[in-house]
């Protein structure tokens, strides 16, 4: 039966460093946890490629104006992503 105390994680800024294996029983392997920088890159990808899919055969402009918004919502948050990370703590 599990306990019912939290323990409290260990953290190195911000980022849980210890994961119990029992719960989480690939962290033995190092397969957990966060990967912030391929996110990184994968949202870069993604407004590259939404951008990208202007160049089509349709006709009207909403769809233009909707990749466009999106693409630019996606470069806003990786933008404020890097202006946090480089602000002390």
Do not use: C
């Not at 190092?30 to 920088?37: A, F, I, K, L, Y």
Request: charged content about 20%; overall charge neutral.
């Amino acid at each position: 039966m599990a306990a019912t105390e939290l323990e409290p994680a260990s953290t190195e800024r911000g980022i849980v460093t210890h994961v119990d294996t029992a719960e989480v029983p690939s962290a033995e392997w190092g397969w957990s946890g966060e990967s912030p920088r391929a996110f990184r890159i994968a949202g870069w990808i993604t407004a590259f490629i939404l951008l990208a899919m202007i160049i089509g055969n349709h006709k009207g402009r909403v769809e233009d104006i909707f990749l466009i918004g999106f693409a630019a919502a996606i470069v806003g948050i990786l933008v404020r992503d890097s202006f946090l990370r480089r602000k002390p703590r």
